[in-house]
Every structure is written in structure tokens, then in C-alpha cells.
């Protein structure tokens, strides 16, 4: 069975920042990964993709993730925070194209001023 | 543009009470889904229809069921709401499994 853990529930970070969330896949095969970022009161948004090529992903606003199959991880980047950025992250994964995506339990980041 | 659409935005009941939500989609995927959303936890996959075949999770109440009349709707049926059936729904589409496309949610209140 494949599973997402995201370690931490909670990143406070000051604003202008770097940041890094953290997250790590557990499957015995090839797989697809996700990063969705939710607003408050709002439904998901796909921040970026890794199906397969490049293991460095960039996505919108400024973030960017690198798979790296050895240490099954697909940590998401930002290397300067803005308030805006304030919001649920999950990570996602999914095992095969005909299979669900599997969310983990999210990391809410907390832009500090 | 093409997109997901949940309504309502709110949508307050009575205990008991049956209550429906709807999607709809003008992104033509032939996958839609619906999930609950509990307060600071992942969304939980209820069910999802791959093009009219339903599929139902294991641990999915039968207080909740769904109807695709067509391509682009999808309705979500709570026959008798509980108080632990407040939630966020999130209705979400995709072609094939590929990436998941949400609606803004509809956040139901049991009173």
C-alpha cells in the first residue's frame, strides 16, 4: 500500500524567508507525485506535478520541488516567502495512472511578519 | 474559463434532515469525485465515478450516496445528517487519474 507522511502539521516562517516542506512516500513502485495548496474556505489547487524526467519541479508562485526516488521524499521549496503564501500545503501521491491520488495530512505554513 | 463549481458556498441543515450538494464542470473530465474536509485534516475520499461507474470507499457511510445524471453534474446525498457530518465538501475532477481539479467547496453546517 502507498502512503504520504508530512512530518510537520505546522511551518512558522518569517516573511522573506526561505522555506521547506517536507514530505516522504512510502511504494514499492514508480510513482507520481503532487503538491496542492489550499486557501481558507477554498477548494485545492495544484501547485505542481512529478510524473516523470526533470526530478526538480517548478510550479506556481515561485515554488519548486525535487523528487528523489532514493530517499523516497518530494519536499516543496520557496526561496522567499510572502504573507500571501499563508495556507494549507498537501502533498499527494498517486501510484499508477489508473490508480487515486493519496493526500497526506497537510502542513499549514505560517508567514510571520 | 473552464471550471469546477460547487453550489451553495454554505449550506446550513437540521439534524436528520436530507441535504444535497451539487457540482458541476465545464472541464469535460470523465472522473469526478467527491471528498469530506473536517477541520485541519487531509480531504477523505467518499466515492468517485470513472465515466458512469460508480465507486464507493470501503468506509464510506451509506447515509451518504451520489448521482452523475451526466458528464458535467454530480450531486452528493446526505439522506440524515449528523452533527459529525459537518464538513467541507469538496467536489474535484480529473481525466483519467491524472491531476485532480477542485471546486471552492461547499462547507455544511448540522444544526
Known amino acids: 500500500a502507498q502512503s504520504v507522511t508530512q512530518l510537520d502539521s505546522q511551518v512558522p516562517v518569517f516573511e522573506e524567508a526561505p522555506v521547506e516542506l517536507r514530505c516522504n512516500y512510502s511504494s514499492s513502485v514508480s510513482v507520481y507525485l503532487f503538491w496542492y495548496v489550499q486557501y481558507p474556505n477554498q477548494g485545492l489547487q495544484l501547485l505542481l506535478k512529478y510524473l516523470s524526467g526533470s526530478t526538480l519541479v517548478k510550479g506556481i508562485n515561485g515554488f519548486e520541488a525535487e523528487f528523489n526516488k532514493s530517499q523516497t521524499s518530494f519536499h516543496l521549496r520557496k526561496p522567499s516567502v510572502h504573507i500571501s503564501d499563508t495556507a494549507e500545503y498537501f502533498c499527494?501521491?498517486?501510484?499508477?495512472?489508473?490508480?487515486?491520488?493519496?493526500f497526506g495530512k497537510g502542513t499549514r505554513l505560517h508567514i510571520l511578519p | 474559463d473552464a471550471m469546477v463549481i460547487q453550489n451553495p458556498r454554505y449550506q446550513v441543515t437540521q439534524f436528520g434532515k436530507p441535504v444535497t450538494l451539487s457540482c458541476s464542470q465545464t472541464l469535460n473530465h470523465n472522473v469526478m469525485y467527491w471528498y469530506q474536509q473536517k477541520s485541519s485534516q487531509a480531504p477523505k475520499l467518499l466515492f468517485h465515478y470513472y465515466d458512469k461507474d460508480f465507486n464507493n470507499e470501503a468506509d464510506t457511510p451509506d447515509n451518504f450516496q451520489s448521482r452523475r445524471p451526466n458528464t458535467s453534474f454530480c450531486f452528493l446525498d446526505i439522506r440524515s445528517p449528523g452533527l459529525g457530518d459537518a464538513a467541507m465538501y469538496l467536489c474535484a475532477t480529473s481525466l483519467g487519474h491524472n491531476e485532480q481539479f477542485f471546486g471552492p467547496g461547499t462547507r455544511l453546517t448540522v444544526l
Open positions: 499527494a501521491v498517486r501510484r499508477g495512472r489508473d490508480d487515486k491520488i493519496i
